[in-house]
């Protein structure tokens, strides 16, 4: 029988949320991985771009933003950083999509790079500065190397894979389709 008195679980929570700091709920949220991409993370994917204390009873904000606009996955997203907080004591937490700087695989560190290219999808390479980024859309076909065998021989199928932000792609070299995580 629990003999602790109902407010004695909501104390202990707040002391929880008060003795961490950003920093590591930053790394407690490194448990909650992509739902569309499962050998990743929201932290390594760059879509929680920050934590900050709310101020409101000793909580967290945790501050994403989607990969897409409209992107189905964010709800999902939201609902597992909730879930995770919940599950370690922390509460309350307010996740807030932010739309004012958009996504760019850029914020996609080297590690979620590496795991894209061992998952089998081919990863973005570095965006850099492209002036004239519609012109280069438009009129050449990128080339994409192939995450199972490196060959350069590979051909678009499509602009968009399974989801919206990756494009499929056709290996010469091994004979095998593969995604292509795509830049923004």
Not at 9 to 24: G, H, I, P, Y
Not at 135 to 141: C, E, F, P, R
Not at 142 to 160: A, G, N, Q
């Amino acid at each position: 029988m629990n003999n602790q008195h109902p407010d004695a679980s909501a104390s202990t929570r707040k002391e929880n949320s008060e003795a961490l700091s950003e920093q590591e709920v930053m790394m407690l949220l490194e448990e909650v991985t992509d739902p569309e991409i499962p050998v990743l993370n929201v932290v390594e994917m760059g879509i929680v771009r920050r934590v900050e204390k709310s101020g409101q009873e000793a909580g967290f904000r945790v501050v994403i933003t989607p990969t897409y606009s409209g992107c189905p996955a964010m709800n999902a997203i939201e609902q597992a950083i909730l879930e995770k907080m919940m599950e370690k004591g922390i509460r309350p937490v307010d996740v807030v999509t932010d739309h004012r700087e958009p996504w760019t695989t850029d914020w996609m560190t080297s590690e979620a790079k590496r795991k894209l290219k061992e998952y089998g999808i081919a990863p973005p390479p570095p965006t850099g500065d492209d002036s004239d980024f519609l012109s280069t859309l438009k009129s050449s076909q990128k080339i994409v190397p192939c995450p199972f065998c490196d060959s350069l021989e590979t051909e678009l199928r499509s602009e968009f894979g399974s989801t919206a932000c990756k494009s499929l792609y056709y290996c010469h070299g091994c004979s095998q389709p593969f995604e292509h995580f795509k830049c923004i």
